[in-house]
């Protein structure tokens, strides 16, 4: 694998626990919209 392509893997994959925490956050205050932002 190149290396800029792991890197790119590893962007992709900080992103998305990114978007999950942002996600849980929003499940924890009750507001549900998150998955139309994930979507």
Same mark, same amino acid.
């Given at each position: %694998?190149?290396?800029?392509?792991?890197?790119? %893997?590893? =962007?992709? =994959?900080?992103?998305?626990?990114?978007?999950?925490?942002?996600?849980?956050?929003?499940?924890?205050?009750?507001?549900?919209?998150?998955?139309?932002?994930?979507?």
């Amino acid at each position: %694998m190149s290396p800029i392509l792991s890197r790119c %893997m590893g =962007a992709a =994959a900080v992103a998305s626990s990114f978007w999950e925490n942002v996600c849980g956050v929003y499940h924890g205050l009750g507001l549900y919209g998150c998955f139309l932002v994930r979507d």
